[in-house]
């Protein structure tokens, strides 16, 4: 009867599942007792455990940081897994300048610079970022300080209002470092700090009888005094207390903490889940552990719906991990409790609204499986595009929906090799047929294949891409069904009108379908390797989910051309130029960050980077 973690693993060896336990035997035996699956997901989970692995521990704690050592490790399949995303957004700012920028980031990391935060929403943190830009009139170009301090007169505004005209070298260099300092203060929510100093300076001035300072100080207090009254985030390490909901619903599952310092709510955090195995207890005891962790920081209190078995453990954990000692309370009553309850509250309505969307969804999905007489529901769906500029630098993409959501880590990218110029026909064909030959070859990020394709373009790019897989992967073995009647033919025609073949297509094959626009550049409709229309503008539902898909697609090819293109661009310009290799030009673009920057540069700069007779090559060439 000691404590420890079990691992369930299935046949190939793969860890689908961990838990801990305060009696090893007693829990393992427990999912094996008649009438002990309370769901489908934990009957599933037991009829794929071939083999379990234990691990022994000395005591429950030792039990609860293995557990989630492990979990973190494998990610097992059907334990709660907390999506990581791009985590909780940091402002960091290198104060060693003599003019610091600020950047958002994913993490902190030990490179000098000074960063606040973890913020909760990067949204609500660019919007707090644009406020105190315009109130503190500080720079929202891109232009380098000091390098490019009078190459340029003031852009629009400074001309409005928004900006002091830094490139102009007026007001002076401590004066911006002292905004930028003031910035740093309003993000890190000692806004009333920033006030004060701002006020201190407006008496000093006055005192000095320096009245026009005085009066633009004083005009700036009132700006931050009004910033006071918005929305602005708070850094999540500012808060003392988070009150902790879960909800279990039908469908799905919700967890929701929301923040506060002192009495003042500073931020909320959700996620939808799917109903989890654990019982409510150990469900919110495992999102608690993830979500803290991965977060790198914890208030002194945590306000949660019900006492957990393992709170004492919990709660050492934490302790040990952020160097301060962490309360976990379950309070019946009073301010606390209705903390607790408007928690509550909140993930009901995350999961009502979540499970209502994925039922919207589900309804979208099962109209094209049904109208497209698709074998199985389209849980994936890959879409196709071609971009270039006339024939140049032309590129293909791959955009990928799972479960009518966009899966952005399994989008690729083409660059189109064997045809030359405008022929969008044959580019198509070379995507589709690099991506299937990948596939073919084993390649897991080309798997598995989609259960419907999208192209964009009519009835003859569906036409080819229902000839061109059916020809490939009947080459891999797979059966020789039909889709619809057996005797069901598909007339291929190329673009030029050319050669026409008949051939049967396998119901395991993806069925290809091209996106047909209207006047205004929308898909009004599906076609088939038959020519035959599929309307969807009369299903809104599907009319929207057609159109997103389109327009990330197009999105995401327009992208990659006009990156190409603008390598391509650079390219011509400086590789050209007798005198100025790749080194060169990797020290040029390092100093000067682009093209304009060294043009406009003076020969007597650029000659600190390249010889002088280089350098007046290149002032020669780019004033053409």
Request: aromatic share 8%; glycine share 8%.
């Given at each position: 009867m000691k404590p420890g973690v079990y691992i369930m693993l299935d046949k190939s060896g793969e860890v689908i599942y961990?838990?801990?336990?305060?009696?090893?035997?007693?829990?393992?035996?427990?999912?094996?007792?008649?009438?002990?699956?309370?769901?489908?997901?934990?009957?599933?989970?037991v009829s794929r455990v071939d083999r379990f692995d234990f691990i022994v521990c000395q005591s429950e704690f030792d039990a609860l940081v293995t557990e989630n050592t492990l979990i973190k490790q494998h990610r097992p399949r059907y334990n709660i897994l907390l999506k990581d995303d791009k985590g909780y957004p940091?402002?960091?700012?290198?104060?060693?300048?003599?003019?610091?920028?600020?950047?958002?980031?994913?993490?902190?990391?030990?490179?000098?610079?000074?960063?606040?935060?973890?913020?909760?929403?990067?949204?609500?943190?660019?919007?707090?970022?644009?406020?105190?830009?315009?109130?503190?009139?500080?720079?929202?170009?891109?232009?380098?300080?000091?390098?490019?301090?009078?190459?340029?007169?003031?852009?629009?505004?400074?001309?409005?209002?928004?900006?002091?005209?830094?490139?102009?070298?007026?007001?002076?260099?401590?004066?911006?470092?002292?905004?930028?300092?003031?910035?740093?203060?309003?993000?890190?929510?000692?806004?009333?700090?920033?006030?004060?100093?701002?006020?201190?300076?407006?008496f000093e001035a006055a005192d000095a009888e320096l009245f026009e300072l005085a009066a633009q100080l004083r005009d700036r207090l009132k700006a931050l005094t009004?910033?006071?009254?918005?929305?602005?985030?708070?850094?999540?390490?500012?808060?003392?207390?988070?009150?902790?909901?879960?909800?279990?619903?039908?469908?799905?599952?919700?967890?929701?903490?929301?923040?506060?310092?002192?009495?003042?709510?500073?931020g909320k955090y959700y996620v939808i889940i799917d109903?989890?195995?654990?019982?409510?207890?150990?469900?919110?005891?495992?999102?608690?552990?993830?979500?803290?962790?991965?977060?790198?920081?914890?208030?002194?209190?945590?306000?949660?719906?019900?006492?957990?078995?393992?709170?004492?453990e919990l709660s050492r954990l934490f302790s040990e991990e952020f160097g301060h000692t962490t309360h976990l309370l379950a309070p019946r009553k009073g301010d606390k409790h209705k903390l607790v309850k408007l928690a509550y509250d909140n993930a009901f309505e995350e999961a009502v609204r979540a499970a209502t969307r994925q039922e919207r969804e589900s309804k979208t999905l099962l109209w094209l499986e049904e109208r497209l007489n698709l074998a199985k529901l389209p849980a994936r769906i890959e879409s196709f595009d071609i971009?270039?500029?006339?024939?140049?630098?032309?590129?293909?993409?791959?955009?990928?929906?799972?479960?009518?959501?966009?899966?952005?880590?399994?989008?690729?990218?083409?660059?189109?090799?064997?045809?030359?110029?405008?022929?969008?026909?044959?580019s198509m064909k070379e995507v589709l047929t690099r991506r299937i030959q990948r596939f073919s070859d084993g390649d897991e990020k080309f798997s598995p294949l989609p259960d419907l394709i999208l192209l964009d373009g009519g009835g003859t790019l569906a036409a080819m891409g229902t000839e061109l897989l059916r020809a490939?992967?009947?080459?891999?073995?797979?059966?020789?069904?039909?889709?619809?009647?057996?005797?069901?033919?598909?007339?291929?025609?190329?673009e030029f009108g050319g050669i026409r073949n008949s051939v049967q297509v396998s119901s395991d094959i993806p069925r290809v379908f091209g996106m047909v626009k209207d006047d205004r550049h929308r898909t009004r409709a599906l076609v088939d390797w038959r020519n035959n229309e599929i309307a969807i503008s009369a299903r809104p539902d599907v009319f929207s989910f057609i159109g997103k898909i389109q327009e990330e697609t197009h999105r995401f090819a327009v992208e990659y051309h006009r990156l190409l293109r603008d390598k391509s661009v650079t390219h011509s310009v400086l590789d050209d130029i007798p005198g100025v290799g790749s080194t060169r030009k990797d020290r040029l673009f390092k100093h000067f960050k682009s093209v304009g920057a060294i043009k406009d540069a003076p020969v007597e700069e650029l000659s600190k980077i390249v010889p002088r007779n280089v350098a007046e090559k290149i002032k020669e060439e780019l004033n053409k």
């Open positions: 961990v838990g801990k336990a305060k009696a090893l035997r007693n829990r393992v035996s427990s999912y094996f007792h008649e009438g002990s699956h309370v769901n489908g997901k934990t009957a599933h989970l940091y402002v960091a700012a290198d104060m060693r300048l003599d003019y610091p920028r600020w950047e958002v980031v994913g993490k902190p990391s030990e490179d000098g610079r000074s960063y606040i935060g973890p913020y909760y929403s990067r949204t609500t943190l660019f919007q707090a970022l644009s406020a105190i830009r315009q109130t503190l009139k500080l720079p929202a170009c891109s232009r380098v300080f000091p390098r490019e301090i009078g190459r340029t007169r003031p852009c629009i505004n400074k001309q409005i209002g928004l900006c002091e005209g830094w490139c102009s070298g007026a007001p002076t260099q401590a004066e911006y470092r002292a905004r930028i300092e003031h910035a740093m203060l309003i993000l890190d929510g000692r806004i009333s700090d920033a006030a004060k100093s701002v006020e201190d300076q407006m009004m910033l006071t009254k918005s929305e602005l985030p708070t850094p999540g390490s500012s808060a003392d207390t988070d009150a902790i909901g879960f909800y279990r619903g039908e469908a799905k599952s919700a967890f929701v903490v929301m923040c506060y310092s002192g009495s003042k709510k500073i109903n989890p195995l654990e019982d409510d207890s150990e469900a919110l005891s495992e999102l608690l552990r993830q979500y803290y962790m991965r977060r790198g920081a914890c208030p002194n209190t945590l306000l949660l719906p019900y006492q957990l078995a393992d709170a004492d971009s270039h500029t006339a024939g140049d630098e032309v590129v293909g993409c791959m955009v990928v929906f799972k479960d009518a959501r966009p899966l952005k880590r399994a989008y690729k990218r083409f660059k189109i090799k064997t045809v030359e110029g405008n022929n969008d026909y044959h490939m992967l009947s080459a891999q073995n797979h059966p020789a069904e039909t889709i619809g009647d057996a005797e069901a033919l598909i007339e291929i025609e190329d």
